[in-house]
């Protein structure tokens, strides 16, 4: 009896223990992803320019992948601010505009559409992260580029 009642604890257990280092990661790939959209922001605002960027900056793009997130001033052909993977995070990144690049006007930080337009008041942008055990996380960026946690 007592072997099974320990069979039973140490499956669950076991279990606990595998999710714990997804829950990690699923944690650490949601505070590099908020950082990396409250820098891109940031630098909209201060109009900071990527190295070898010439020209005049309209807004800061966050391209996101299913695992890569990377900051471009302008265009995606410049080089980038910042860029990072998380392939080996194994957490997947999906976003609820359909688009793979959220925009940040220059100077007012606020998101626009791929126009260049601003997006209207009470617009938003959900950002999904889901691990490998199917835990979700997600991160609102509300249409004057506020991130909500």
Partial sequence: ?????????????????????ARQDLGAVRDEVVSAIRLARNYAVTQQKASGFVGEMRYVSVNIGSSLVSIYPDVSTATPYYSKDF??????????????????SSFEGKMVGTTGVTLGVGSSVMITLTSVTGTTSVVIIDSLGVVNE
């Fill in 87 to 104: 392939t080996s995070n194994s957490v997947n990144i999906s976003k609820s505009n359909g688009n793979d690049t959220i925009r940040f």
């Fill in 1 to 21: 009896m007592a072997v099974a009642v320990f069979a039973v604890v140490g499956g669950f257990s076991l279990n606990y223990i595998n999710g714990f280092g």
